[in-house]
């Protein structure tokens, strides 16, 4: 089935029925979180379609403890098959020393987040993410399946509103990520964080938008 067909086979579906049909015609499957302020909507409709699939946090060691706690908290909850993926330790140790962020946000998003991540794609035929599309521009006219490169990208999520997210969280008693009620919007590393609506949060007085796993 070509992309074009999946999306239009796809276009009708709830995200549940989504994921559910998804899980049923692919194998090979990449499925990343962040634990941000949306992560656990997709965490729980998966977990509940398939419970064993494994699921990669990619800690950069810059996260706020609120976000490990967070991580730990819904690991529990929805019995998360969860497995934790680090950058390369002296790369790593090189930006803590260097204060990288400070001078070179790509190198130091590069370094923690996108040659991790690039390594851990190796072997896959798709990816899953919890992109939405009112997250920002480059994300508001994404497709549900996007083809980049030798792999597939799936956004199940993608045209969601954020009203519909926030009563999937009451309705499924899922607890909110406790930065949210502070006013952090869009939670990624903490010294690249601020408080802000959407992603206005992130990379502030930057016009960096996007860590570059997504671009």
Same mark, same amino acid.
């Given at each position: 089935?070509?992309?074009?067909?999946? $999306?239009?086979?796809?276009?009708?579906?709830?995200?549940?029925?989504?994921?559910?049909? !998804? =899980? %049923?015609?692919?194998?090979?499957?990449?499925?990343?979180?962040? !634990?941000?302020?949306?992560?656990?909507?997709?965490?729980?409709?998966?977990?509940?379609?398939?419970?064993? %699939?494994?699921? =990669? =946090?990619?800690?950069?060691?810059?996260?706020?403890?609120?976000?490990?706690?967070?991580?730990?908290?819904?690991?529990? %909850?929805? $019995?998360?098959?969860?497995?934790?993926?680090?950058? @390369?330790?002296?790369?790593?140790?090189?930006?803590?020393?260097?204060?990288?962020?400070?001078?070179?946000?790509?190198?130091?998003?590069?370094? $923690?987040?996108?040659?991790?991540?690039? +390594?851990? +794609? @190796?072997?896959?035929?798709?990816?899953?993410?919890?992109?939405?599309?009112?997250? $920002?521009?480059?994300?508001?006219?994404?497709?549900? !399946?996007?083809? +980049?490169?030798?792999?597939?990208?799936?956004?199940?999520?993608?045209?969601?509103?954020?009203?519909?997210?926030?009563?999937?969280?009451?309705?499924?008693?899922?607890?909110?990520?406790?930065? @949210?009620?502070?006013?952090?919007?869009?939670?990624?590393?903490?010294?690249?964080?601020?408080?802000? +609506?959407?992603?206005?949060?992130?990379?502030?007085?930057?016009?960096?938008?996007?860590?570059?796993?997504?671009?």
């Amino acid at each position: 089935m070509t992309i074009g067909e999946l $999306n239009s086979k796809y276009k009708s579906m709830s995200p549940s029925e989504r994921v559910a049909s !998804f =899980f %049923q015609e692919f194998d090979d499957i990449l499925y990343t979180s962040s !634990f941000g302020t949306t992560a656990a909507y997709l965490l729980h409709l998966i977990s509940s379609v398939k419970s064993d %699939q494994e699921v =990669f =946090f990619l800690n950069t060691t810059y996260h706020f403890v609120e976000t490990l706690a967070y991580k730990e908290k819904l690991v529990n %909850q929805l $019995n998360l098959n969860l497995t934790e993926i680090l950058p @390369e330790q002296w790369k790593n140790e090189f930006t803590q020393k260097d204060k990288t962020w400070t001078k070179d946000q790509d190198l130091c998003c590069s370094i $923690n987040k996108v040659e991790p991540m690039d +390594k851990l +794609k @190796e072997g896959k035929k798709v990816w899953i993410s919890g992109l939405l599309g009112y997250q $920002n521009k480059h994300r508001k006219d994404l497709p549900i !399946f996007e083809q +980049k490169g030798d792999m597939i990208k799936f956004y199940p999520i993608i045209d969601v509103p954020e009203e519909e997210i926030n009563a999937y969280y009451k309705e499924h008693n899922i607890p909110k990520h406790p930065l @949210e009620s502070q006013g952090y919007h869009s939670i990624g590393c903490a010294q690249c964080t601020v408080k802000g +609506k959407g992603r206005a949060g992130r990379w502030t007085n930057s016009s960096k938008t996007e860590c570059g796993l997504h671009m």
